[in-house]
């Protein structure tokens, strides 16, 4: 098993073995450059900084050498990307006064690893390539639509800002 430290929760436990490589450099005496690795996925991680420490310790480790353990710090900091949206059209006094409007998803800061910013409405993605095109329900002319533009990457979803569509009544 292999453990992980995190700054922000100190250690977790990755449920698979570390892969060790050891591998002769070729020169005489004989040197090795030894690897240990373990995959975890972003999500599985979360949001925050997190810090690895791994070791190598010879005869235990398969590592052939004949000298102490040593380790590697290596540090990664994963953090969600931004999303907001604005409208072609202003809405007045809380009312779209066109039969349709035109909006737009975007990225307002990247995040690490960088993600892409979609429009959602009651957890399913709606819309393409961040714009999304909202009419008018001519069935019930009333009635209010709400979406959120969300930021997506492999750490998962972060909603960012919400689009209440009203539109006003149209006079007959």
């Known amino acids: 098993m292999s453990k992980i430290w995190s700054e922000r929760d100190n250690s977790m436990e990755i449920p698979r073995n570390p892969v060790y490589i050891h591998t002769p450099t070729g020169e005489t005496p004989f040197y090795y450059r030894s690897q240990c690795s373990v995959t975890v996925s972003v999500q599985e991680l979360g949001e925050g900084t997190h810090s690895f420490t791994g070791y190598i310790y010879p005869g235990v480790t398969g590592d052939p050498a004949k000298v102490t353990g040593t380790r590697a710090d290596k540090t990664v900091t994963l953090s969600f990307s931004q999303a907001s949206h604005s409208c072609r059209s202003q809405a007045v006094e809380g009312y779209f006064l066109e039969e349709s409007i035109t909006c737009t998803c975007s ?3 990247d995040g690490h690893p960088r993600g892409t910013a979609q429009w959602y409405k009651g ?3 709606v819309g393409s390539g961040g714009t999304l095109v909202v ?8 009635s209010v639509q709400t979406y959120t533009c969300e930021a997506v990457s492999l750490l998962g979803r972060k909603a960012g800002t919400t689009l209440t ?4 009544c149209k006079k007959t």
């Open 107 to 109: 990225l307002i800061s």
């Open 123 to 125: 957890g399913q993605q």
């Open 135 to 142: 009419s008018r329900d001519k069935t019930n002319p009333e």
């Open 165 to 168: 569509a009203k539109f006003a």
